[in-house]
């Protein structure tokens, strides 16, 4: 059974940084194509950024620049380092694997950024 579970959200001033992580159980991280994604209230799912197998990492154009992924293989957990937060980065974050499992969506983590 795979779980995911997300950590390292909170509140912060615009401007200000954070770094999710996911830890991984069930399923081999560095074995799968995996992305950040986050849902606002009001608003559909949307993919973020992601990390495949090999390395090579994608961000989506909402966060370009901004909001990078890497991968721990040792303790199995991507991360998402997210700098120049904006008050429209409030939302819950979610790892998942790319495309997304349904059965693999976590509790998420909230995020909110204050203007």
């Known amino acids: 059974q795979v779980q995911l579970v997300e950590s390292g959200g909170g509140l912060v001033q615009a401007g200000g940084s954070l770094r999710l992580s996911c830890a991984a159980s069930?399923?081999?991280?560095?074995?799968?194509?995996m992305g950040w994604y986050r849902q606002a209230p009001g608003k559909q799912r949307e993919l973020v950024a992601g990390i495949t197998s090999y390395g090579g990492t994608m961000s989506g154009d909402s966060v370009k620049g901004r909001c990078t992924c890497s991968r721990d293989n040792a303790k199995n957990t991507v991360y998402l380092q997210m700098n120049s937060l904006q008050p429209e980065d409030t939302a819950v974050y979610y790892c998942?694997?790319?495309?997304?499992?349904?059965?693999?969506w976590g509790q998420g983590t909230q995020v909110t950024v204050a203007s």
């Open positions: 998942n694997s790319m495309p997304p499992n349904e059965d693999y």
């Open positions: 069930g399923i081999i991280l560095g074995l799968n194509d």
